[in-house]
């Protein structure tokens, strides 16, 4: 008797699901392995976490759509958002990400 087509991969989507779960658990030890060296070598060399955010990259977006999905650094051409935004009557000080403070 064979088996059916169906069946087969059935089967087959069953052992990909298998190995995609194992390559997960294999990914994951081998990030605790790494992070545990990270962590030996932040205790040997006495470096608090806190240092680290001196290396993490800041966002130089000046200028953003309000949502955080779009941003522009204010250089370079113009994205379509904004275009799109100043063709509806805003003006670019409307997109900025930090407005400056109003005058007393």
């Given at each position: 008797m064979t088996i059916s087509k169906l069946e087969e991969i059935k089967a087959m989507e069953a052992k990909l699901e298998h190995m995609r779960q194992?390559?997960?658990k294999e990914i994951a030890e081998g990030?605790?392995?790494?992070?545990?060296?990270?962590l030996s070598h932040m205790q040997e060399?006495?470096?608090?976490?806190?240092?680290?955010?001196?290396?993490?990259?800041?966002?130089s977006s000046k200028y953003s759509d309000g949502g955080g999905k779009n941003t522009w650094s204010g250089k370079g051409k113009k994205p379509a958002w904004?275009?799109?935004?100043?063709?509806?009557?805003?003006?670019?000080?409307?997109?900025?990400?930090?407005?400056?403070?109003?005058?007393?």
């Open positions: 194992e390559a997960a990030k605790k392995v790494v992070m545990a060296e990270i060399n006495k470096i608090q976490l806190s240092e680290l955010s001196l290396f993490a990259r800041t966002s904004v275009v799109t935004a100043l063709a509806a009557g805003k003006k670019l000080e409307d997109l900025l990400t930090v407005k400056p403070a109003a005058d007393a």
